[in-house]
């Protein structure tokens, strides 16, 4: 790392794109700073913490604070570039959707194999009132619901709040004998969970029960298999998860 603020600066140079994509880039330089430096603050002296994904769209979404401020014509949203930051490599003068299908191309739901069952699950975070919560959605092999949750849970790290809502999927599959002795899949959309609960290395010690009740699960012939998915994939259960924040007590429905 540069000695220097103007050191690291003259470093950062852009790639060769348009005018546009020019200014997003030498603004996103002191956007990431003033992220890291108030994380670093709140870190140091209020003893709180965001993962890095959420440093990460914090980031997107000042930029899309300051390309309000341009005034420039853009056809994206700031849910738009959180979901898809490849957009910000817009052109002036290119229609929404003439560009589309280049910059953005999202990925959607795939139902499971035939006779199989798939859980997507999510978590959320408001760090501003210590508040986590999770959802799931449970969908059959032509995508009709089978079971949604949402609910609350003590405030806790966001990966540690989607093992959490992985396990509670798991939890609720073991009172449905017709799931439960067959073959499901499980999908989250962090990469970290996904990876301790197929044996990967440095799982968190405080985690070690949840995360071998899930490898017991896995690993003896109860048909479970997990694996990660993009965030566009399981928006169902990120709505629910969002949903529990506000909510007191569980909510769960058989459909």
Same mark, same amino acid.
């Given at each position: 790392?540069?000695h220097? @603020? ?19 880039? *030498?603004a ?11 994380? /670093?603050?709140n870190?140091?002296?209020k003893?709180?913490? !965001?993962? @890095? ?5 914090l ?6 604070g300051?390309? +309000? ?17 490849l957009c ?21 739901? %795939?139902?499971?194999?035939? #006779?199989?069952?798939?859980w997507n ?10 508040? #986590?919560?999770?959802?799931?959605v449970?969908?059959?092999? &032509?995508?009709?619901?089978? !079971?949604?949750f #949402?609910?609350?849970i ?5 990966? &540690? $709040?989607?093992?959490? $809502?992985i396990?509670?999927?798991? +939890?609720?599959?073991?009172?449905? *004998?017709?799931?439960? &002795?067959?073959?499901?899949? =499980? =999908? ?6 996904v990876?301790? !609960? ?8 405080n ?7 899930i /490898?017991? %699960?896995m ?9 990660? /998915?993009?965030r566009?994939?399981?928006?169902? $259960?990120?709505?629910l ?5 506000t ?7 058989w !459909?």
């Amino acid at each position: 790392m540069p000695h220097s @603020t103007q050191a690291a600066y003259d470093q950062w140079l852009h790639p060769n794109r348009g005018v546009f994509f020019k200014k997003v880039w *030498k603004a996103s330089f002191f956007i990431i700073l003033w992220t890291l430096w108030r994380e /670093r603050n709140n870190r140091c002296f209020k003893n709180i913490s !965001c993962p @890095t994904s959420h440093l990460q769209d914090l980031v997107l979404l000042r930029i899309t604070g300051w390309i +309000k401020g341009w005034g420039d014509e853009f056809p994206y949203s700031s849910n738009d570039i959180i979901r898809h930051p490849l957009c910000l490599k817009w052109e002036s003068g290119s229609s929404k959707s003439q560009q589309a299908s280049r910059i953005i191309q999202k990925q959607l739901w %795939a139902p499971p194999p035939s #006779s199989l069952y798939k859980w997507n699950v999510d978590a959320s975070l408001k760090f501003s009132e210590d508040k #986590s919560a999770i959802g799931g959605v449970l969908r059959n092999h &032509h995508g009709e619901f089978v !079971c949604l949750f #949402s609910r609350p849970i003590p405030f806790m790290e966001i990966n &540690h $709040a989607e093992i959490f $809502a992985i396990y509670i999927a798991l +939890k609720i599959s073991q009172g449905i *004998k017709r799931i439960y &002795h067959g073959k499901f899949i =499980e =999908e989250s959309d962090s990469a970290n969970d996904v990876s301790w !609960c197929n044996g990967g290395n440095n799982d968190p010690w405080n985690l070690n029960f949840i995360i071998n009740f899930i /490898r017991h %699960a896995m690993k003896n012939g109860q048909g479970v298999d997990i694996f990660y /998915r993009s965030r566009e994939t399981i928006v169902v $259960a990120d709505s629910l998860a969002k949903r529990g924040l506000t909510r007191q007590d569980e909510f769960i429905a058989w !459909c």
